[in-house]
């Protein structure tokens, strides 16, 4: 009776696993045989640059001192622009048919100067609230926001800047917060969208902040109201990003394995800084004082990304060597100190000594104003640095405003330096650009010729400005 029993029992087991086997199969069958979902993919851009160069013409400028922006100074020297590229560099050059020669006997020939750090168009000119497009200060993590979308293209500082040698820049959001928002890179050919301005697949940057901006503006706002509350802050958001980062590698590896999986919610902020983590998208980080510059190397190996720049580094020079080791660029002012507390310890050799010490130095503006006379601060940095009894060249100086700057940019392969094939943004001097007295004559941009000082009929005028001509325009 006992065995019957169990024999019974163990069929019936038997069969029930054997039925649930085949209803297993059942419904394997049924999975294997649906067909996936379309993969879902993020579109990383979705506003691609429309950027088309000025018609050029072969132009061969002899007789100049250049400075080929990576170190190098050559006298008597020719260089020869065609198709939009340095066709050739040197002292021997002779003119191909049909090339338009310009004799710049006196002068001097540089790279465009590229700007890592200005806010044309997001605090466009005049300088009114309605312009005031630059801080989005609503929260601390604003990384969702992107810079392209405030920037108004009318912006006449847009066109002093080209008047000032300045080629290509970066456009940041501001520093109110701890995480900002995306910039954009462009080039300064003023058009009628940012989209046809944007440098053509120039990586995008992410704004972040150090130090006494989110304090001062979230203090009373429910925080951060610290330093250690600022960096809670980064952190919490890096956690949250690599969370995100995570979902959607498990449901990419999930539908590669043949699986239906269903994609996580987008979310702009973390698409903004999984970007950052995954190497497309490059930190730039307003910091001033030394320590916290440290702190944030901290966080950078923390979760395991790289910050391309400190902007305003005003206390670089106390951990230039940090700054090499790590592969950090540092945009500096030549001369601002002191007007707040994280400024005090501003130093005028300050650019210098991060030179010195091998790291990646950059001359900035942060200012519509000052960009316009880039070539002036980097001329005081070099004088200061001199004084102080560090050997550098002007060549080497010229490094700050375009090699470097590039570099920090990720745009170096195109520009930045007088190289055959790299893109054709050179600027004719008047004179030695560390001159007060020098001025841009000829701006070229991918060998358009962007800005000619001799023709003042030639100079682009905005919408925004016929009939309110402005101080020394001639419009």
């Not at 069958?29 to 379309?38: H, I, L, N, R």
């Not at 917060?177 to 050919?189: E, P, Y």
């Not at 004084?387 to 195109?414: C, H, M, V, Y």
């Amino acid at each position: 009776m006992i065995n019957k029993t169990l024999n019974k029992a163990l069929f019936t087991g038997v069969s029930l696993l054997a039925l649930a086997t085949l209803a297993g199969c059942g419904e394997q069958e049924k999975k294997d045989t649906k067909e996936q979902d379309a993969l879902v993919e993020i579109n990383k851009n979705p506003f691609p640059s429309t950027y088309e160069p000025l018609p050029s013409e072969a132009t061969l400028i002899t007789n100049v001192t250049l400075l080929d922006g990576i170190g190098g100074q050559m006298e008597n020297a020719s260089i020869l622009l065609e198709n939009g590229k340095i066709k050739a560099v040197g002292t021997d050059i002779t003119a191909p048919d049909g090339v338009k020669t310009i004799d710049g006997k006196g002068k001097w020939v540089t790279p465009g100067i590229v700007d890592a750090h200005s806010h044309l168009g997001v605090y466009a000119t005049p300088d009114a609230h309605a312009h005031a497009d630059g801080n989005e200060m609503t929260k601390p993590v604003t990384a969702a926001v992107w810079a392209e979308h405030s920037i108004w293209p009318q912006d006449p500082g847009f066109r002093r800047a080209l008047a000032g040698g300045v080629t290509s820049m970066q456009i940041l959001p501001g520093s109110a917060n701890l995480v900002g928002g995306r910039s954009v890179t462009v080039k300064n050919l003023p058009d009628r969208t940012i989209q046809d301005m944007k440098f053509p697949d120039a990586p995008y940057g992410l704004k972040m902040a150090c130090g006494e901006n989110p304090k001062r503006v979230y203090g009373k706002k429910g925080g951060p109201m610290t330093r250690m509350g600022n960096v809670a802050g980064y952190r919490q958001a890096w956690i949250d990003a690599k969370a995100y980062k995570e979902q959607w590698e498990k449901y990419y590896d999930d539908y590669e394995a043949g699986e239906n999986p269903k994609a996580p919610k987008r979310d702009l902020a973390k698409d903004t800084l999984a970007g950052v983590l995954d190497g497309d998208i490059l930190v730039h980080m307003h910091c001033y004082r030394a320590d916290e510059m440290v702190v944030m190397i901290d966080v950078m190996k923390e979760f395991d990304y790289q910050i391309t720049s400190f902007q305003h580094g005003v206390e670089a020079y106390k951990i230039a060597d940090k700054l090499a080791e790590n592969n950090i660029c540092s945009a500096m002012w030549a001369d601002w100190w002191g007007f707040k507390m994280e400024a005090y310890d501003g130093i005028r050799e300050n650019i210098p000594m991060v030179e010195q010490a091998g790291a990646c130095a950059i001359v900035h503006s942060d200012s519509d104003q000052g960009i316009q006379r880039l070539n002036q601060e980097a001329a005081k940095a070099l004088s200061d640095g001199q004084r102080a009894g560090i050997d550098i060249s002007k060549a080497q100086a010229w490094t700050w405003l375009s090699a470097n700057p590039a570099k920090s940019l990720g745009i170096f392969e195109k520009t930045g330096s007088l190289e055959v094939g790299k893109n054709a943004d050179v600027v004719l001097w008047s004179a030695d650009p560390f001159s007060t007295y020098a001025q841009a004559e000829l701006v070229y941009i991918d060998g358009g010729l962007a800005f000619d000082r001799n023709n003042p009929e030639s100079w682009a005028i905005s919408d925004f400005e016929l009939g309110q001509a402005g101080e020394g325009d001639h419009k």
